[in-house]
């Protein structure tokens, strides 16, 4: 079964049947106005942190027919009789004749028929406007005039999203609604909770006339709320009841009598919904001025334009054209914009994660998410690596987690735990890779010289102490350094990459040791550029140190093990039973360059023959079979879920760059293919999630639902495969110098294209592949002169530059890994 198609035309994946096998959502607006549109209207709205200030109610737990905050229902009068449902499909479920849900940048579409209705909807939020903007416009499709009455329906949820679901006695004793008249016979409906009275409310209207409202849910079902949202009671009468919730669970749901459409016809109308802050009669005029201003239809569409507008110019700066149609689906449109959404929702609120708290932005999570908008917004990208920054301790090491609207920081789930290491041996070195990451694509060496705080305060709530940019990388590194254990490899602290996987204090990393190896290279090119050779020659014997380590300790034969245990015994090694061999174990020691040749060849071979299958790489296996508390987390899992042998998907990206790295390119693009969500739109029956964007996990082969998705959106696979598509097997990669071209593509490939802005200046990136090799660049021209080495000067001259590239047989194929 398929349920949908890309079109590629309007930049939308466009959902034709909805009864997908778990909701597929999209994002609108951003953290301090927005939320998620599921396909079939479901809201999920917040303004500010999605714990403390939650709009409406989405329960994502409940099945996929019922109603999740949000719906529309229409009330269709003529020589028929009276039908009543929805256009969204949800929670009437009537039978369509035409079901389309568009998946645009910043906006949902609907445009669905139903009964001889044909409705289009679509829901967006301005930029930078906290109001979420629904366009209606209904067409009458039969040949006898109809009467239409529409009544947009919102459920709002307690503005703390936890409270709501633990006292059943406070919360709706708290839940207020009122209604305000406009003079024009339109009404405007808020909510509050009391203890907001006079902080902030809730606002929701309409650009046409209302004849009545309802905003208590049980009155609005009837009988007791044994009418329900498919059925309900209250749209049986000619008008609402016009309560006013003075308690319990409020709605918000206004009766808009269209007339009568004669055949042919269409009526439009507006909703808008606002949150505002101040007393109520100060909100009150915020929210007016807001609805006044997108009550004329030009407005609303001028906003989409807007919007439009802004994606053409995050998207526009890179460009490809491949001879792979669901690669360029996704580099161009798909898998940008989940970069994006990363980058903006870190992992606070999703379908899977609920946004109560928990969790806030992760150092480690960010560090990596800002790496896939680099190209697209660098400042923007600085931003957040700024305040990232700023959670750094003094001894090098990170804070886990924090909220961004308050700055506070904690050490995550290592809290739990009190004989545990409050660290996590791998979070500050990811800050080294994305600082380096915005040095590269800007040039603006100076921010290195940037001052920010440590973490920790003083008595005043002052930093302690602060330092350049320079000094928390260096300090990053340093606590690497000086925290390794019995074998002289890095601590794991809590944990490291791999959260789920916490041993006894003690225990060191060889992920944390190959990053810090990478983490070095990074600097030591960094330190190179800018003429520091003494620090260089330190990173350098550092690096040449912890090689040394490496290959002494953790090489088991055929691949290197994972961890050493608090006891000095291996974990990821031929002698244990479960847990082997893990892919990260494999992947990473290529990227820091620490395996030399013939190991990278054969732990890349291990990882083939023993963690691959037609849907990804699984993380690890065998997969431990039952609860084990001394390694933690991981074993919570059945075998092949998840951290546990699961396909994790965020780990094949590295794999993909470590077989660039050794010249792979045909395999590199094989994995690359096989997790490609683009390319599962054929068998998403068994895959289930969204098609045009990254998942975080799917099951792995030995668990019986082999290949089911899960986790969807806010995962950082999406910042890797975009880098791992872009820089390493399309080759497109800024450097301090320039921009670096190093394809490393399947041998069968004639060659592709890219366009890409970068510093200030366009460059259209031709490659041609006439040998049909996978990596070496035998030439390259640039604007017509043929240039040595292959990089191109950054010209920042706001020109457009041709750059053509010929592939082909070179000495230095894959040296690299071979250093
Ligand atoms: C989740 C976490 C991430 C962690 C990964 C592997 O994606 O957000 O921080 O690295 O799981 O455990």
Known sequence: MKYGYFDDQTREYVITNPRTPVKWINYVGTLGFGGFVDHTGGLLLCKGDPAL?????????????QFKGHTLY?????????????????????????????????YSHFNTEFHGIKSEIRVFVPTGEAILVQEISLTNLSAEPVELDAVPLLEYTHFDALKQFMNADWVPQTMMSEVHDDGEGRKILSQFAFMNRDQRQTYFTANVKVSSFETDRRVFLGDNEYGTFQRPLSLNGPELSNSLALRGDNIAALLLPLGTLAPGETKRFVTLLTQQEGTRSESLTRARAL??????????????????????????????????????SMLNVHNPRQCYMTKNWSRDLSLYQLGFGGRGIGFRDSSQDVMGVMSAMPEEARELIEKLLSVMKINGSAMHQFYASTMVANEGDSREAEDRPKFYGDDHLWIVFAVCSYLKETGNLSFLERVLPYYEKDKHGAPREQGTVQNHLERALEFTKTNVGRHGLPLLGFADWNDTVNLKTGAESLFV???????????????????????????RADYDHMRGLVNEYAWDGEWYVRYFDHDGSPIGSKKNAQGQIWTNGQSWPVISGFAPRDRAERALESVNR???????????????DGFDPAKGGVTTYPPGAKENGGIFLHANPWVMIAETLVGNGDRAFEYYNQINPAAKND????????????????????????????????????????????KHILGVMPGYGGLEINPCIPKAWNGFSVRRQFRGARYAIEVSNPDHVSKGVRKLVVDGVAIAGNVIPAFDDNRLHTVEVTLGAVAAVGEEAAQ
């Open 610 to 624: 023993l963690l691959n299958t037609p849907n990804g790489i699984k993380l690890s296996a065998p997969g431990y």
């Open 291 to 328: 609805f006044e201003k997108y009550r004329s239809h030009d407005a609303v569409t001028a906003a989409r334009a807007a919007i439009g507008a802004e994606w053409d110019e995050y998207l526009g700066r890179v460009q490809v054209n491949t001879p792979d149609a669901s690669m360029n």
């Open 74 to 106: 229409l009330r269709k009068r003529s020589s028929q009789g009276t039908q009543i449902f929805s256009p969204l499909f949800v929670p009437t479920l009537d039978a369509y004749d035409r079901f389309e849900c568009r998946v645009g940048l910043g």
């Open 513 to 539: 040791a190959n990053q810090y190896g990478k983490a070095l290279l990074d600097m030591i090119e960094l330190c190179e550029f800018r003429g520091e050779r003494a620090l260089a020659d330190r990173y």
């Open 683 to 726: 068998v998403i029956d068994t895959y289930e999630c969204e098609p045009y964007v990254y998942a975080q996990n799917i099951l792995g082969n030995e668990h019986p639902l082999f290949g089911l998705a899960r986790n969807s959106w806010l995962s950082g696979t999406a910042s890797w495969t975009y880098q791992v598509g872009t």
């Open 53 to 65: 200030n939650r709009i409406t109610k989405y329960i994502p737990q409940l099945p996929g027919s």
